[in-house]
Nanobody, 123 residues
Framework: QVQLVESGGGLVQAGGSLRLSCAAS????????MGWFRQAPGKEREFVAA????????YYTDSQKGRFTISRDNAKNTVFLQMNSLKPEDTAVYYCAADQDILRLLRGEYDYWGQGNQVTVSS
């Protein structure tokens, strides 16, 4: 089992920045690909970013590329999402997710996820 706990969300003005953290406990964190997803009211959950456990390769959607950065600290069992130049359309509940298969994670399939953390961007 892997337990994931997100933190760092909140309210920010458009153009501002936030950094989300996801602390993992349980099984060996370093063997899991980690990702962030988000869900806005009335919309389906969507992929935001992911990072491979083996290569450190990172993946983003086009709308986040250049604004968001995913990183991980295996020694601290933590993954981060640095979000810059935030827009009102980034408002959503952000979820951390983990899976041993990066391809599954990129498809939106994962074995573990956190409770979610609200990010609100005001215009």
């Amino acid at each position: 089992q892997v337990q994931l706990v997100e933190s760092g969300g909140g309210l920010v003005q458009a153009g501002g920045s936030l950094r989300l953290s996801c602390a993992a406990s349980g099984r060996t964190f370093s063997s899991y690909a980690m990702g962030w997803f988000r869900q806005a009211p009335g919309k389906e959950r969507e992929f935001v970013a992911a990072i491979s456990w083996s290569t450190g390769n990172t993946y983003y959607t086009d709308s986040q590329k250049g604004r968001f950065t995913i990183s991980r600290d295996n020694a601290k069992n933590t993954v981060f999402l640095q979000m810059n130049s935030l827009k009102p359309e980034d408002t959503a509940v952000y979820y951390c997710a983990a899976d041993q298969d990066i391809l599954r994670l990129l498809r939106g399939e994962y074995d573990y996820w956190g409770q979610g953390n609200q990010v609100t961007v005001s215009s």
